[in-house]
Every structure is written in C-alpha cells, then in structure tokens.
C-alpha cells in the first residue's frame, strides 16, 4: 500500500524547479516593464507547479500500463512498482490539472481570453507525452515540447498575464529557462537509455546515443548563460545569473565523466538547482535594473 512519502516521491519533486523557474523569470521579466503584479505571480505559480505535479503523474500512469517502468532505474514509480492502483495516478493527474485549469482560467480573465487555449494545449502537451495511441516522447519530441512548454510558454505567459506584453528580455529568459528545463529531461532520458530501447521508447536520447546525449546536454546547460550576457544590453545586474555556473557545471559532471545509471541521478538534481538559481538571480537583476 502506498504511502504518504510514496506519492510525495512519484508527484517527482526533483523536477519542480521546472514550473518555479518559469515564473521567477517571467516576473522579473514583467518588472523590467514596471508592470509585476504579486497576485497574477502566485496565480502563474499555481498553474505551473499543478501542470508539472499532473504531467509527472500522467507520465507514471501511462508509462506504468505500457510497462515502461517494469524494469527501470532510479526513484519509484506508483503504477509501475504496483504500489498504486493506475485509475487513481490518473485520478490525481487529471485532478492537478483541473486545480491548473481553475487558476489558469482565472488569470485569462484578467487578461486575455486566448489564453485558455494556451492552457488546453499545455494539457494536452502533457497527457500525450506519454499518454495516447502514438505518444510524442516516444519519438524524440520531448525535449521540443518540455522547451516550448516550460520555457517559452510559462515564461512569457508569466510575463504576459503581468504586463500585458512581451519583449525580447522576457524571450531571452524564456530560451534560457527552456534550455535548462529540456537538460533536467536529457539527465532523466540519458539514464533511461537502456530501458527505454529495450521498451521502444524513444526518446530523443535513445535516438541519439550514448555519446551526442552527453554533449547536448551541456550546450543545454551552457544557452543560459549567453543569455545572461546578453541581457546586459538590459541591465549590467543580468550577469547575476553567472552565479547559477558553479551548479551548471556540477549537473554537467556526471554526464561528462560517463557516469550510468544512479549515479546519473544527481545531473538531474543540479539541473534543475541551476535553472533555480538562475531564474532566481536573473528575475532579481531585471527587477532591479
């Protein structure tokens, strides 16, 4: 019978940074404007860690019942360890994205009504990543989709429902945090990639290989921080977001050293404590400046 700490461990909280970041960023893009409103940020933070918490239970759901994770490495998975009945992951899964929905709907109305298109599409994104006839993350795409949704959407969508605009400071935020957020996924498919050939999943990292997976995720790791100089022409502060390199680099350590399996495990954690500290810093500096 699961427990508590069970489903705590499946909701994966290793990848929450992936919905925090997006909203830390896109505030501080939307203060640059003079225009960041407290409420409609706690609103966006709602809707991104309810969408992450549901995607993550989604994913369990689907993978489970395919028998993706019957044999897999790494934290425990409720509907593949058999510790949880499949309706009631994706019970909890679809509940998430309803309490995602419900805040989503409510900034759309403070701002514009398309965005509850936005909002049905990024459920959809999350349901067939894994979930459907013929899901996108078994064929490679789901790096794409993890940068457009937790980088390019969340980011400027944050901005957006807060100033009522974009700009290229917001955008430069946004390619940054989706480059950090597709490196957490490339740390999680390079582990995988045994279990997930021998399965047929496949994922981008299987497609690539052993090797180009590596190197991939450190240009992924490495964007943001371009980015960061980049947004000088913004404010000199930007360069705050050199202080998220320390933890860049020790995510890419692992990967660069040839490590397998568990011990890949910490790349996934400092991927996504770097793509923190950099939102957090970088959000502070435009504020700032």
Request: charged residues 10%; glycine residues 12%; proline residues 4%.
């Amino acid at each position: 019978m699961a427990t508590a700490g069970h489903w705590i461990e499946g909701a994966r909280p290793r990848t929450l940074p992936n919905a925090i970041a997006p909203v830390f960023a896109g505030t501080g893009a939307a203060a640059a404007l003079g225009e960041a409103v407290w409420w409609k940020a706690l609103l966006a933070l709602v809707v991104a860690l309810a969408f992450v918490i549901g995607v993550n239970f989604a994913n369990d759901y689907s993978d489970g019942v395919r028998g993706t994770d019957d044999d897999r490495v790494g934290p425990v998975r409720l509907v593949g360890s058999g510790l949880v009945a499949p309706a009631l992951v994706k019970r909890a899964a679809f509940t998430c994205f309803g309490i995602g929905a419900a805040a989503g709907i409510a900034l759309a109305l403070t701002s514009a009504w398309w965005l509850i298109v936005v909002g049905a599409l990024c459920i959809a994104g999350a349901w067939f990543y894994t979930g459907g006839r013929t899901p996108y993350g078994y064929n490679g795409l789901g790096e794409v989709a993890v940068f457009v949704f937790f980088g390019l959407v969340a980011v400027l969508g944050t901005q957006f429902v807060q100033a009522g605009r974009v700009d290229w400071a917001g955008l430069a935020c946004a390619v940054a945090v989706g480059s950090f957020s597709s490196a957490v996924l490339v740390s999680n498919n390079l582990r995988d990639i045994p279990t997930d050939t021998v399965t047929g999943k496949h994922t981008l990292a299987v497609r690539l290989g052993d090797a180009r997976t590596r190197v991939l995720h450190l240009v992924l790791v490495a964007v943001p921080f371009v980015m960061s100089v980049a947004l000088v022409a913004a404010t000199p502060w930007a360069l705050a977001g050199l202080l998220a390199a320390p933890f860049a680099v020790r995510a890419n350590a692992p990967v660069r050293s040839g490590a397998s399996g568990l011990d890949l495990v910490p790349a996934l954690r400092d991927s996504g404590l770097a793509m923190l500290v950099w939102a957090a810093a970088t959000g502070l500096a435009l504020a700032l400046g």
